[in-house]
């Protein structure tokens, strides 16, 4: 005799109409945020190789204002440090050695749905000599999070020569004439939607107008207005 197990679905049409709109809200301000970052441009110098990187300071410098532009914020979660063993290469043979490794865990959150995600990047620590432990952790630990802010917001890797072309600094370029008509579109849509949605804006961009928001949050919002109606419509057709 052939046992077979049912699952049970514990979510109500409703709870799923409601995760399905959190889930797309969280999509739509990653997507915004991926599609505003650009480049970051190699600000540091190695002094022992002589080659230029990004440093985290200038990563997480370029993408924070980003993030919060498009209503997400990004926080640690937890630091695991385990070992493993690692073979390298000394002299003409190989060594079994062990190597300590962070995982570093972080959590994406868009703030006005509540949806989030959960990220974990783990990064070897430097065993160089003279070099504290504690220092040499929390190194690693900002890599990390440089890692992660690279991987997230999809951050080109771009040479100096590249971001010096035309046509890359074009997508950098703010085109004001389009700047009237995206207000104009942003209060359409406020008076569509109603003052609490409005209000709500307002609050989260810290301003009272339309014509306050920068043109980055234009953008932000009539996306928003996109996805609001289209909670509107879902709930409707549940109705």
Same mark, same amino acid.
């Given at each position: 005799?052939?046992?077979?197990?049912?699952?049970? !679905?514990?979510?109500?049409?409703?709870?799923?109409?409601?995760?399905?709109?959190? !889930?797309?809200?969280?999509?739509?301000?990653?997507?915004?945020?991926?599609?505003?970052?650009?480049?970051?441009?190699?600000?540091?110098?190695?002094?022992?190789?002589?080659?230029?990187?990004?440093?985290?300071?200038?990563?997480?410098?370029?993408?924070?204002?980003?993030?919060?532009?498009?209503?997400?914020?990004?926080?640690?979660?937890? *630091?695991?440090?385990?070992?493993? !063993?690692?073979?390298?290469?000394?002299?003409?043979?190989?060594?079994?050695?062990?190597?300590?490794? *962070?995982?570093?865990?972080?959590?994406?959150?868009?703030?006005?749905?509540?949806?989030?995600?959960?990220?974990?990047?783990?990064?070897?620590?430097?065993?160089?000599?003279?070099?504290?432990?504690?220092?040499?952790?929390?190194?690693?630990?900002?890599?990390?999070?440089?890692?992660?802010?690279?991987?997230?917001?999809?951050?080109?890797?771009?040479?100096?020569?590249?971001?010096?072309?035309?046509?890359?600094?074009?997508?950098?370029?703010?085109?004001? $004439?389009?700047?009237?008509?995206?207000?104009?579109?942003?209060?359409?849509?406020?008076?569509?939607?109603?003052?609490?949605?409005?209000?709500?804006?307002?609050?989260?961009?810290?301003?009272?107008?339309? $014509?306050?928001?920068?043109?980055?949050?234009?953008?932000?919002?009539?996306?928003?207005?996109? *996805?609001?109606?289209?909670?509107?419509?879902? !709930?409707?057709?549940?109705?």
């Amino acid at each position: 005799m052939k046992t077979q197990i049912m699952e049970v !679905e514990t979510e109500t049409p409703e709870e799923k109409v409601e995760t399905q709109q959190r !889930e797309r809200t969280y999509a739509v301000a990653l997507h915004e945020a991926q599609r505003l970052i650009g480049f970051v441009g190699k600000d540091s110098t190695n002094s022992h190789n002589r080659y230029k990187y990004t440093s985290a300071e200038h990563m997480i410098d370029s993408c924070r204002g980003i993030l919060h532009d498009c209503g997400l914020v990004l926080e640690p979660t937890e *630091v695991l440090h385990t070992i493993h !063993e690692c073979t390298r290469v000394v002299g003409d043979s190989l060594e079994t050695v062990q190597q300590m490794i *962070v995982g570093c865990g972080f959590r994406a959150t868009e703030i006005i749905s509540g949806e989030n995600r959960e990220y974990v990047i783990e990064v070897p620590v430097s065993d160089r000599k003279g070099t504290p432990y504690d220092k040499a952790s929390l190194a690693s630990q900002t890599t990390a999070l440089n890692y992660l802010l690279r991987n997230l917001l999809l951050v080109p890797r771009v040479d100096e020569e590249v971001c010096a072309r035309e046509d890359v600094a074009d997508q950098k370029v703010t085109h004001d $004439k389009d700047r009237d008509a995206a207000i104009e579109a942003v209060q359409k849509e406020m008076q569509q939607l109603g003052a609490v949605w409005a209000e709500e804006v307002f609050g989260h961009y810290n301003c009272e107008d339309a $014509k306050d928001l920068t043109n980055e949050q234009l953008k932000i919002v009539l996306d928003r207005a996109k *996805v609001k109606k289209q909670q509107f419509i879902d !709930e409707a057709k549940e109705d």
